[in-house]
């Protein structure tokens, strides 16, 4: 059994990673021993995010820090998880692969691809393994449309939206993610679920285009355009509908289907043929990532569903669409 310790027990924290680890607990998988958080109140205050609030009562018993160095020093860890703002993910992930600890980071990697491969660096010397947070690729919703893609069932895609709208995080410490300095703003933070999905599904783009609008953070309003031999796919992120609650979406036509992602699910279109729902795994996502990561670590295996190498390639694929968006929308190649 892994013991586990949480760096970070804000929003995603609470919401996600916490009921993941009580079920894995319970299926004595890991064991959570400890979390830090540098405001002490997070642990009595219940914490809601756009995509969810925490539980009321976890039921769950682990020590609790606001120094994770301190908390480290007392405790017996084999695995750290990070959940902290986007800038301090590159520092302390090093230092933890340096110490020989397995680290689980959130999404994004890190605030560039400069940052990022440095991670990657760190993680090819370290002891431990590392894996960072990009959850979609656990989600039934979309490893569904991946092994759709793969055994071409309704033959070869020629279209895909994706979409992500949300009103503006203001619930983060020090209101961080309004600052683009530490954010990157929603080009980064949320959009970048869409553009590695993308990467997951479809590969490298030759390709792209951005343009992004400010409303509070810099990087607001995005519409990224990748561009494939065969398809384009179009990603929209936007987290300034204020008021609005969290949705995701996506609809990818196939020359005999179309498949779409909305509040009812996934449905498939086969073409003359009659809609469906297909089934699919009810496993949270954060839990399947997290279980992923854990069974790696356990077994020893290599991680060929989300290597940090990858990861990185899409904070470098992020830096493509700010540089295209910073020239007006202009198309740039992006370097494979």
């Not at 890991?30 to 969810?52: H, W, Y």
């Not at 949300?166 to 679920?193: E, T």
């Not at 987290?239 to 996506?250: H, I, V």
């Not at 020359?255 to 086969?270: F, M, R, S």
């Amino acid at each position: 059994m892994l013991r586990v310790a949480l760096i970070g027990f804000g929003g995603i924290a609470q919401s996600s990673h916490l009921p993941a680890y009580r079920n894995l607990q319970e299926q004595g998988k890991v064991q959570l021993v400890a979390a830090c958080d540098i405001d002490p109140k997070r642990f009595s205050t219940k914490m809601e995010i756009n995509i969810g609030s925490a539980e009321e009562d976890s039921g769950m018993e682990f020590n609790k820090y606001s120094n994770w160095e301190e908390m480290l020093a007392n405790e017996e860890v084999d695995m750290v998880d990070i959940c902290l703002p986007t800038f301090l993910h590159a520092e302390i992930a090093i230092e933890l692969l340096n110490r020989g600890y397995n680290v689980l980071c959130e999404k994004p990697m890190a605030l560039d691809y400069e940052q990022s491969s440095a991670m990657v660096e760190a993680a090819k010397n370290a002891k431990g393994q590392l894996m960072i947070g990009q959850c979609l690729r656990f989600a039934s919703a979309y490893t569904f449309l991946k092994d759709t893609i793969q055994a071409q069932t309704y033959g070869k895609p020629v279209s895909a939206v994706f979409r992500r709208m949300s009103g503006p995080p203001i619930w983060g410490w020090d209101n961080w993610y309004m600052d683009n300095a530490r954010s990157r703003g929603c080009l980064l933070d949320m959009h970048i679920h869409d553009i590695d999905m993308t990467r997951f599904l479809f590969g490298e783009p030759d390709t792209v285009t951005c343009t992004t609008k400010d409303f509070y953070s810099g990087d607001d309003i995005v519409y990224s355009r990748l561009m494939y031999d065969g398809i384009d796919v179009l990603a929209i992120g936007d987290w300034a509908q204020e008021g609005t609650g969290f949705t995701a979406d996506y609809t990818v036509a196939f020359e005999k289907a179309t498949i779409k992602l909305d509040t009812d699910g996934v449905t498939v279109y086969p073409r003359g043929g009659k809609a469906y729902k297909p089934e699919l795994s009810s496993q949270s996502f954060y839990e399947a990532e997290i279980e992923f990561f854990v069974d790696t670590v356990s077994s020893g295996a290599a991680n060929v569903v989300n290597p940090p190498s990858s990861a990185s390639t899409t904070v470098k694929l992020i830096d493509t669409l700010r540089e295209s968006a910073r020239n007006g929308g202009s198309i740039v190649p992006f370097e494979k």
